[in-house]
Structure formats: C-alpha cells, structure tokens
C-alpha cells in the first residue's frame, strides 16, 4: 500500500525558515510529478510549488523566490525549503503525487498533512 508521510512542520518565528520532508512508501514503481499544497480552515487547499520527475518546477506567486521545491528520486522523496516565512504562510501543507504502484495503474495520493504556524 502507497503511503506519502510528511514532516518538518512546527512553530516558527517570522523570517525564519524550516524544511518540509514527504517519504513515498510501499509498492512503487514510478512517481511521476509531486507536489505542496496547502490550506487554512475554511479555505479551499492551494498548490504551493510542483515539480516533475525530470525536475521542472512551478510556484504559486505568493511564494516565488521565498520556497524552493525539490526531489530525490532514488529515496522517493520531496522537499520544501521555506525561508522568509509570513503569518500568512501559516497552514497545513500536504504532499501529494502521482504514483504507479503495484496496482498497475497511475493514481493520486495525499499525505496526511504537517502543520506550519508562522508566529512571534
């Protein structure tokens, strides 16, 4: 069974910066593009940065030049360097990709989510 399992979240002062972690597990065959949203209560969830297997990148604008995404393929893994953090910035942020697992079919899953709180 495909898990996607993230960490690194927590409380953090403006201006500062954490690293978010998200490990693909089980029966894996190929990740294709993975991703960070993230969302507030009663907000709808948001893409905040995307890359693909070959390592193209996408940012919402209002985290360009601030978040940085990255992979590492070989550990079925995706980063997310935050710097410059805002209040705003405060949220669950979920990973999420696009897998081919043992199911022998391409599917999408979610992590379970990690809290981001941007507060003095």
């Known amino acids: 069974q495909v898990q996607l399992v993230e960490s690194g979240g927590g409380l953090v002062q403006p201006g500062g910066s954490l690293r978010l972690s998200c490990v693909a597990s089980?029966?894996?065959?190929?990740?294709?593009?993975m991703a960070w949203y993230r969302q507030v209560p009663g907000k709808q969830r948001e893409l905040v940065a995307r890359i693909t297997a070959g390592g193209s990148t996408n940012y919402a604008d209002s985290v360009k030049g601030r978040f940085t995404i990255s992979r590492d393929n070989a550990k079925n893994t995706v980063y997310l360097q935050m710097n410059s953090l805002k209040p705003e910035d405060t949220a669950a942020y979920y990973c999420n990709a696009d897998i081919y697992s043992d199911k022998y079919r391409w599917s999408n899953y979610w992590g379970q989510g990690t809290q981001v709180t941007v507060s003095s």
């Open positions: 089980g029966s894996i065959f190929r990740i294709n593009a």
